[in-house]
Nanobody, 129 residues
Framework: QVLLHESGGGLVQAGGSLKLSCTAS????????IYWFRQAPGREREGVSC????????YYTDSMKGRFTISRDNAKNTVYLQMNSLKPEDTAVYYC??????????????????????WGKGTLVTVSS
């Protein structure tokens, strides 16, 4: 059974930083990717970034490039999302997710929430102005 657990959310002032963590369990090898999505109140869930666990290749949606950095620590089965220069519009619940092993969505930059098979419960990030 695949389980994902996010942590690291909280309240931060505009311009500040937060580092989110996503710990995964239940995968039998490293041929999978972890995705970050976010959902602001009244808005659809949108893709933020993803990373291949096998080789660490990252992908970012255009609006996240330059401020967000995704990384992984395979020894800890954990993926991180470092968020810098946060803005009030970054306020959202941040979710980590995964598709089936050997999927290629991250490789091709397809961050579609409907294509994910596993989800964490989310962690709230609030950026005050």
């Amino acid at each position: 059974q695949v389980l994902l657990h996010e942590s690291g959310g909280g309240l931060v002032q505009a311009g500040g930083s937060l580092k989110l963590s996503c710990t995964a369990s239940g995968f039998t090898d490293n041929y999978y990717s972890i995705y970050w999505f976010r959902q602001a109140p009244g808005r659809e869930r949108e893709g933020v970034s993803c990373i291949s666990i096998r080789d660490g290749s990252p992908y970012y949606t255009d609006s996240m490039k330059g401020r967000f950095t995704i990384s992984r620590d395979n020894a800890k089965n954990t993926v991180y999302l470092q968020m810098n220069s946060l803005k009030p519009e970054d306020t959202a619940v941040y979710y980590c997710a995964a598709d089936q092993p050997y999927g290629s969505s991250c490789l091709f930059g397809r961050l579609d929430p409907h294509g994910m098979d596993y989800w964490g419960k989310g962690t709230l990030v609030t950026v005050s102005s």
